[in-house]
């Protein structure tokens, strides 16, 4: 499921349409506030795509924030009709900026783009994780043989 999130109510219907129309179930918010209180009520959501101005300038970068911290670990894109040179939505935690208005199959492009790099980083994360575990068993397994010895 993705989480949309925009103050402005026809881009917010609209884009829940379109994504819906391809094949995607999508909720919404209307404000960051909302977003923030559903990420952990309402999800695992697979995508979050957020404004970035709403309640304020930098609302979006709240909403990915809270998104982040979900054990859920979701794709996260900022969405914005205007994009600054030199911001840090990146070091923010964004996966992708995408800028409105978009063309109907460059947004699909992105958002399918999007969720198929993320669940590789995700897979390739897990994959280390267990590498990681897998050493220290095998150090611990050493160790123990060592000591007996």
Same mark, same amino acid.
């Given at each position: 499921?993705?989480?949309?999130?925009?103050?402005?109510?026809? %881009?917010?219907?609209?884009?829940?349409?379109?994504?819906? %129309?391809?094949?995607?179930?999508?909720?919404?918010?209307?404000?960051?506030?909302?977003?923030?209180?559903?990420?952990?009520?309402?999800?695992?959501?697979?995508?979050?795509?957020?404004?970035?101005?709403?309640?304020?300038?930098?609302?979006?970068?709240?909403?990915?924030?809270?998104?982040?911290?979900?054990?859920?670990?979701?794709?996260?894109?900022?969405?914005?009709?205007?994009?600054?040179?030199?911001?840090?939505?990146?070091?923010?935690?964004?996966?992708?900026?995408?800028?409105?208005?978009?063309?109907?199959?460059?947004?699909?492009?992105? %958002?399918?783009?999007?969720?198929?790099?993320?669940?590789?980083?995700?897979?390739?994360?897990?994959?280390?994780?267990?590498?990681?575990?897998?050493?220290?068993?095998?150090?611990?397994?050493?160790?123990?043989?060592?000591?007996?010895?």
């Amino acid at each position: 499921m993705k989480l949309l999130v925009d103050d402005e109510l026809a %881009i917010l219907l609209t884009l829940k349409a379109i994504l819906e %129309i391809h094949g995607f179930e999508v909720e919404t918010a209307a404000s960051a506030k909302e977003a923030i209180s559903k990420l952990p009520a309402s999800g695992p959501y697979q995508m979050v795509i957020t404004d970035m101005r709403m309640e304020s300038e930098t609302a979006g970068y709240d909403v990915i924030r809270a998104a982040k911290k979900q054990d859920y670990d979701p794709a996260v894109a900022i969405l914005t009709a205007f994009p600054l040179l030199g911001t840090d939505w990146k070091d923010e935690g964004a996966d992708s900026m995408l800028v409105k208005p978009m063309n109907t199959n460059d947004l699909l492009r992105q %958002i399918e783009a999007l969720l198929v790099q993320h669940e590789d980083r995700k897979q390739n994360g897990a994959a280390e994780v267990q590498r990681k575990r897998a050493g220290k068993t095998l150090t611990k397994e050493t160790r123990t043989a060592a000591a007996k010895n």
